[in-house]
Nanobody, 129 residues
Framework: QVTLAESGGGSVQAGGSLNLSCTGS????????MAWFRQSPGKEREGVAV??????????DYADSVKGRFTITQDINSNTLYLQMNDLKPEDTGTYYC????????????????????WGQGTQVTVSS
C-alpha cells in the first residue's frame, strides 16, 4: 500500500513562488506515473503536471495554464515528488494533490484522475493579487 503526503503549500502574493513536496512510502516499483492535481473552489479537480518513469528516461507534461511556470521533478531515492511553482497567479489558488500509480509501463502521460491509484490529502495554495 502506497501512502502519499504533501507539504509546502501556503499563501503568497502574485508573482511569488512555492515548492510543493509529496513524500511517498510503500512503493514496490520504480516504474511509476505520478502527477499533481489541483482543485479550485467551485471547480472540478484538474491535472496540472504529470511525470512518468515507465522508461529509463523521465518524461513530463503540463497543463497549458502552467507551462513555463511550473516544473515537476522527482527524487527517486527519497520517493519524493516536487512541484516548483513560479510566477504564481491568483487563478493558481486551490488545494493541490499528488497522485501516483505503480507498475506503469506505457508511454502515455495522462492528466485525468482515472489511471491513478494513490492520492495524498492535499495542501492548500493561496495566491493573492
Amino acid at each position: 500500500q502506497v501512502t502519499l503526503a504533501e507539504s509546502g503549500g501556503g499563501s503568497v502574493q502574485a508573482g511569488g513562488s512555492l515548492n510543493l513536496s509529496c513524500t511517498g512510502s510503500g512503493y514496490t516499483s520504480v516504474r511509476r506515473l505520478m502527477a499533481w492535481f489541483r482543485q479550485s473552489p467551485g471547480k472540478e479537480r484538474e491535472g496540472v503536471a504529470v511525470l512518468s518513469t515507465a522508461n529509463t528516461d523521465v518524461t513530463t507534461d503540463y497543463a497549458d495554464s502552467v507551462k513555463g511556470r511550473f516544473t515537476i521533478t522527482q527524487d527517486i531515492n527519497s520517493n519524493t515528488l516536487y512541484l516548483q511553482m513560479n510566477d504564481l497567479k491568483p487563478e493558481d489558488t486551490g488545494t493541490y494533490y499528488c497522485a501516483a500509480r505503480q507498475h506503469w509501463y506505457v508511454t502515455q502521460l495522462p492528466m485525468t484522475e482515472s489511471p491513478f491509484t494513490y492520492w495524498g490529502q492535499g495542501t492548500q495554495v493561496t495566491v493573492s493579487s
